[in-house]
């Protein structure tokens, strides 16, 4: 168990629909990290939140956002969706924040939520 | 960030030991080596990372050449529940903390 927490474990929804995601990080972690897996992309990243404030954005779709809030749980709201969202989404979560510096921060993924488009 | 370079798929014998290698020919000074590993559609378990020194820990060791370009994953005494993709990913803090992850070996463990 990493400690970090991701809810639900299953989404089965319709295209066009719309659908929030949340992780809940480990204690103490304040950074947040979105990434998509789908059979055929691999593990993606979609984009970093740290303590309230977003960082970084990798390959992340207009159509989708996210916030992490101050008890620094944080959501991934996908809209418009579409057959080819479908998709495992990993939330994951570490202490520090990369600075100018090199950082040993690992990041610490929650067990993922499956989405499926119908 | 730095390529990686992995083999597709190994097979190892249980009780054996594991080694796993990876390229990383375009390393730069400041990017450290990270090892993770996917076992079926479970979230990445974190194994072991290293800049330049060759580490150990309850899970693994990592073996970085003095170059530091490539590395090698030893997972001394494979299980069964050792079967899993393995990723060696190579992080630098100038585009920030996330991974950038490739495509692994799936390392299969054998009775």
């Known amino acids: 168990d990493s400690g970090v927490t991701q809810t639900p474990k299953h989404l089965i929804t319709a295209t066009g629909q719309r659908v929030t995601l949340r992780c809940s990080p480990r204690s103490g972690d304040l950074s947040v990290y979105w990434y998509q897996q789908s059979l055929d992309q691999g593990l993606q990243f979609l984009i970093h939140?740290?303590?309230?404030?977003?960082?970084a954005k990798g390959n992340i779709l207009e159509r989708f956002s996210a916030q992490q809030f101050p008890d620094l749980h944080s959501e991934l709201n996908l809209s418009s969706l579409e057959l080819g969202d479908s998709a495992l989404y990993f939330c994951?979560?570490?202490?520090?924040?990369?600075?100018?510096?090199?950082?040993?921060?690992?990041?610490?993924f929650g067990p993922g939520t499956r989405l499926t488009v119908t | 960030d730095a390529k990686t370079t992995q083999p597709p798929s190994m097979d190892c014998a249980e009780g054996r030991a594991a080694n796993l290698p990876c390229n990383h020919s375009t390393i730069s000074g400041n990017e450290y080596v990270y090892w993770y590993r996917q076992i079926h559609s479970q979230g990445p378990q974190y194994i072991i990372h290293?800049?330049?020194n060759n580490e150990t820990n309850e899970m693994a060791s990592l073996i970085i050449t003095e170059d530091r370009k490539s590395s090698t994953l030893i997972l001394p005494h494979a299980t069964l529940r050792d079967t899993a993709v393995y990723y060696c990913i190579v992080r630098t803090s100038n585009t920030g903390n996330q991974f950038y992850f490739g495509t692994g070996t799936s390392l299969t463990v054998i009775p």
């Open positions: 290293g800049l330049k």
């Open positions: 994951a979560s570490s202490p520090g924040l990369a600075g100018g510096h090199p950082s040993s921060y690992e990041q610490y």
């Open positions: 939140y740290y303590n309230g404030e977003e960082r």
